[in-house]
């Protein structure tokens, strides 16, 4: 009788705890403290955000990354952030580019993603094989051909959300240009 007492009861909690686990984490909302993490630059260099956010605001961009092919939306999106470089710099204002995926030849794919851009070198990109921030942040996109939702977020000095965007499209993308606006709208670093 012991025994199926505490089998019950091992179930009940079970039944508690599973959907917990299995529950996808919220994407970070405007006033909320942006989830750490730590990846790697293309040259593996570990980039921690809390770093990051020590020193300046962040631009923090994630990415379609590689959902089997390279996305023209997020080259045209990168391309404008590339022009408006002088303007992000002026701001004092990291940028962080995520491209997220699979870990097999992500890294690869990450470079040929850069192939004939002009990388500012105070941008940052990296990559996040197996999408560990991607699902931190709840911005896994689980379709075929799918990696993340694209997203923008503009976080402060402490590492919280000031502006939050995710297109549930592929386009839809945040322009550099709105993003510089609202920084010079806040108060300095």
């Known amino acids: 009788m012991k025994i199926a007492k505490l089998y019950s009861i091992g179930s009940a909690l079970l039944a508690c ?22 990846l790697k630059t ?4 570990t980039i921690r955000l809390t770093d990051l956010t020590a ?6 961009i994630v990415l379609r990354g590689w959902p089997g092919y390279q996305c023209p939306i997020c ?23 995520v491209y997220p995926g699979p870990a097999d030849n992500l890294e690869a794919h990450a470079k040929e993603f850069l192939e004939n851009k002009q990388w500012p070198k105070e941008f940052l990109y990296v990559t996040d094989p197996d999408y560990t ?4 942040y709840g911005l896994r996109w689980d ?12 976080l402060d ?3 919280s959300v000031l502006s939050a965007k995710i297109s549930h499209s592929h386009g839809d993308r945040t322009k ?10 806040l108060p300095g670093p």
């Open 55 to 60: 020193r300046s605001r962040v631009a923090l």
């Open 17 to 38: 705890v599973v959907p917990l686990a299995l529950q996808a984490a919220a994407p970070p909302k405007v006033g909320d403290k942006a989830p750490d993490f730590a």
């Open 157 to 159: 000095s402490q590492g």
């Open 75 to 97: 080259t045209r999106q990168v391309q404008d952030y590339i022009a408006s470089s002088t303007g992000f710099a002026e701001a004092k204002a990291h940028v962080v580019m």
């Open 143 to 154: 379709a075929p051909k799918e990696t993340a939702y694209p997203a923008t977020f503009v």
């Open 176 to 185: 550099a240009s709105d993003i510089l606006e609202e920084l010079k709208r």
């Open 42 to 45: 293309l040259d593996n260099r």
């Open 133 to 136: 921030m991607v699902n931190a």
